[in-house]
T-cell receptor
Framework: EDKVVQSPLSLVVHEGDTVTLNCSYE??????LLWYKQEKKAPTFLFML????IEKKSGRLSSILDKKELFSILNITATQTGDSAVYLC???????????FGAGTILRVKS | EAGVTQFPSHSVIEKGQTVTLRCDPISGHDNLYWYRRVMGKEIKFLLHFVKESKQDESGMPNNRFLAERTGGTYSTLKVQPAELEDSGVYFC??????????FGSGTRLTVV
């Protein structure tokens, strides 16, 4: 069965800290790995990773994919209270365009 | 560009009743998806429409769930009759290309 596992399940840090969120996967036909941020409502897109070893950056957030070891990390530097959210990792399947999600990491940034 | 709109945002119904959730995708998006998050579990795929056709409904839990997409525009997801285990948040998403998913805010369904 296709599976995406995120760790840690939850995390509490102080403003200014750097955090690393992990995502490992075992799927039958991988196309891409996506990261989403979910605050109160709709998951919002952060990154899509298709190739190994190429870091994607957006401000204080960055992410990289390792297709040999089947994992990805999401880094957030200089965290702010506005980074508090659930971070979701999902694998986009090669056939059918469906996403297989991990359970998410709940991040709380304390001021 | 208007986003994906879902309504209602919340619904509380009694076991055995019927509920219909609606999703309006982004205009022009051929692909429409339904997902569900049951308490404490991952978000799970339910089904995928391409225009008005069901492309993949492998995630639909049972025949109490019926999804339609009229004329390739908005979609409805009907649960009839609802059971307690149907409680959760139902997300809709749309895309025009393979990976450009935009999610709606979800409908929180509580069956009591």
């Amino acid at each position: 069965e296709d599976k995406v596992v995120q760790s840690p399940l939850s995390l509490v840090v102080h403003e200014g800290d750097t955090v690393t969120l992990n995502c490992s996967y075992e799927v039958t036909n991988f196309r891409s790995l996506l990261w989403y941020k979910q605050e109160k409502k709709a998951p919002t897109f952060l990154f899509m990773l298709t190739s190994s070893g190429i870091e994607k950056k957006s401000g204080r957030l960055s992410s990289i994919l390792d297709k040999k070891e089947l994992f990805s990390i999401l880094n957030i530097t200089a965290t702010q209270t506005g980074d508090s959210a659930v971070y979701l990792c999902a694998v986009l399947m090669e056939y059918g365009n469906k996403l297989v999600f991990g359970a998410g990491t709940i991040l709380r940034v304390k001021s | 560009e208007a986003g994906v709109t879902q309504f209602p945002s919340h619904s509380v119904i009694e076991k055995g009743q019927t509920v219909t959730l609606r999703c309006d995708p982004i205009s022009g998006h051929d692909n429409l998806y339904w997902y569900r998050r049951v308490m404490g579990k991952e978000i799970k795929f339910l089904l995928h429409f391409v225009k008005e056709s069901k492309q993949d409904e492998s995630g639909m839990p049972n025949n109490r769930f019926l999804a339609e997409r009229t004329g390739g525009t908005y979609s409805t997801l009907k649960v009839q009759p609802a059971e307690l285990e149907d409680s959760g948040v139902y997300f809709c998403a749309s895309s025009q290309v393979h990976y450009g998913y935009t999610f709606g805010s979800g409908t929180r369904l509580t069956v009591v």
